[in-house]
């Protein structure tokens, strides 16, 4: 997919920016500075950007530890919520009304929500420019792209729990909105040049009035290199080892895979140790860390091997929904050719309208679909599946006759055979 009303040739050499234009504003800590902040955002005009930083790889908690927001007339603010033990308030009365503009909004979402912080209206720019065709939407891509100007960046990944936080970082921090806004109008002008921003209006309310996800049932089972583990005995000691290092991430607010590494969790799993020599003798068990837990480690491995084998794992368990769908061939030959007939029709649609096809519609809801059809085939009947499957109303004007066709040729081709 081509990137839309863009020339490489014509475009000048993108400005380098490494902070603000205004500089790059000190941190609210207190609350006396947040009440003063949140009330130049009050008085503010247009749309306000917003985003977070966390501290993904290095904190078990998924807490927003510093929250950027620019509104114009405003400015830059960068706010604490950990030196403000979360409470925001003033910022929350501020923040209500007006449309926010975040970037790959559902990965800030959750933690906002944590501090009491919920947009009324909404706008991604990373979700716009996938409607809007564009190949690459990360920010610096798009703002280089659609504004000339490149970002500093480089802290994306850093611990932002330290503190005090490098000035380098908070320059990076600030920019991250300093040009958001300005991206929102660009892409409002596109999408609508291309008939889409009332799809991508539809997209982005769906995305601000969604459910938190469930919890997994099994979060175990996401072990890295778990395939490895080839019998029941070896899941249980996956689970155990797992569970205990999610207890002690948890409790100390440590990334599980500082505490332990996947690859360590599958080498005990698979190796089955007898004793805590054995065990030390593995690689990072060995180190200095490690050799403090050896005990919780071992218990955790004996007590997978004292299970019954009632209370063992099962090696494959069921799913919530369809298999994978490189088994369709095997378990369900007709709905893998109904799959493979749905797949090509979309990927046809998509290509028409310049889209990414996981946009056209949700690929989870695409397989749901074509291993259990509605038992009403027409068009208005595969509306109203996809409709109760989560589909938005522009993505069901553009799929459902196609589906419904692609549908009924299956079943007939299927009744036939």
Not at 166 to 191: G, I, K, N, S, T
Request: proline letters at 8%; hydrophobic letters at 40%; aromatic letters at 4%.
């Amino acid at each position: 997919m081509s990137d839309p009303g863009t020339d490489a040739e014509a475009r000048p050499e993108p400005e380098l920016l490494t902070e603000p234009r205004d500089g790059t504003p000190d941190v609210v800590t207190d609350p006396g500075e947040l009440r003063r902040t949140a009330e130049a955002i009050a008085a503010g005009t247009g749309p306000i950007a917003v985003d977070t930083e966390r501290a993904s790889g290095y904190r078990y908690s998924q807490r927003a530890y510093l929250v950027q927001v620019r509104r114009e007339g405003a400015g830059t603010a960068l706010i604490d919520p950990i030196a403000l033990d979360g409470q925001v308030g003033p910022l929350v009365e501020a923040l209500t009304g007006p449309e926010w503009v975040l970037h790959a909004a559902s990965q800030d979402l959750p933690c906002l929500a944590e501090l009491d912080l919920r947009p009324s209206a909404l706008f991604d720019t990373e979700l716009a420019g996938r409607l809007a065709g564009y190949d690459r939407v990360a920010l610096g891509t798009m703002v280089e792209q659609l504004l000339g100007y490149r970002l500093e960046k480089g802290h994306g990944a850093a611990d932002w729990s330290r503190r005090p936080l490098p000035r380098a970082w908070l320059d990076y921090a600030a920019l991250d909105v300093e040009l958001l806004v300005q991206l929102r109008d660009v892409l409002v002008e596109e999408l609508r040049r291309q008939g889409k921003l009332d799809w991508a209006l539809e997209e982005f309310e769906a995305l601000r009035t969604a459910a938190p996800a469930a919890p997994r049932k099994e979060p175990w089972r996401r072990t890295s290199g778990i395939h490895r583990a080839r019998n029941p005995r070896a899941l249980a000691a996956v689970r155990a080892l797992w569970q205990e290092r999610d207890a002690l991430a948890r409790q100390r607010d440590i990334a599980p895979g500082r505490v332990l590494p996947d690859s360590a969790i599958m080498q005990a799993a698979t190796t089955n140790p007898k004793d805590d020599t054995e065990l030390l003798a593995l690689p990072v068990f060995g180190g200095r860390a490690q050799r403090r837990l050896v005990g919780t480690w071992m218990r955790a491995l004996r007590s997978a091997a004292e299970l019954t084998r009632a209370e063992l794992p099962e090696q494959s368990p069921a799913h919530d929904g369809p298999p994978p769908a490189n088994r369709w061939s095997d378990k369900d030959p007709d709905a893998a050719a109904r799959l493979a007939a749905t797949r090509a029709a979309l990927a046809e649609i998509a290509e028409a309208h310049t889209l990414p096809v996981e946009n056209l519609l949700q690929p989870d809801l695409m397989r749901r679909t074509c291993w259990e059809p509605p038992a009403d085939l027409t068009p208005e009947g595969t509306a109203a599946a996809l409709r109760a499957g989560g589909a938005r109303e522009w993505q069901i004007a553009l799929v459902a006759d196609t589906m419904s066709r692609t549908l009924k040729v299956a079943a007939e081709t299927d009744s036939a055979s």
